[in-house]
Nanobody, 127 residues
Framework: QVPLVESGGGLVQAGGSLRLSCAAS???????MGWFRQAPGKERESVAAISWSGGRTYYADSVKGRFTISRDNAKNTVYLQMNSLKPEDTAVYYCAASYITNRAMGAMTDANDYDYWGQGTQVTVSS
């Protein structure tokens, strides 16, 4: 098991920023990592993904240019920097880890491809 714990969510005004963190309880440097979100009444959607080395990333069109995914393998932590937040970014954000490491990050948008999940952190953006 690779328990994942998200933190950094909260309430922010539109245009503001938040930085989410996802800490693993043991080394996770060999995993592809992803951030997903789920708004009330909607399906869980992929937000971003990052390869095990950090050299390859993917962003959903809705967040491209505003969100940045990064990782620090020495700290077993992956981050999601969220800038210029919009009310439509309001959701529970989840991080996830996948054993799959040989795909393009754009092909790592299916939640079924991820093996471990955090409990989620709420992000609320007020207008």
């Amino acid at each position: 098991q690779v328990p994942l714990v998200e933190s950094g969510g909260g309430l922010v005004q539109a245009g503001g920023s938040l930085r989410l963190s996802c800490a693993a309880s043991r080394t996770f440097s060999s995993y592809t990592m992803g951030w997903f979100r789920q708004a009330p009444g909607k399906e869980r959607e992929s937000v971003a993904a990052i390869s095990w080395s950090g050299g390859r990333t993917y962003y959903a069109d809705s967040v491209k240019g505003r969100f940045t995914i990064s990782r620090d393998n020495a700290k077993n932590t992956v981050y999601l920097q969220m800038n210029s937040l919009k009310p439509e970014d309001t959701a529970v954000y989840y991080c996830a880890a996948s054993y799959i490491t040989n795909r393009a990050m754009g092909a790592m948008t299916d939640a079924n491809d991820y093996d471990y999940w955090g409990q989620g952190t709420q992000v609320t953006v007020s207008s």
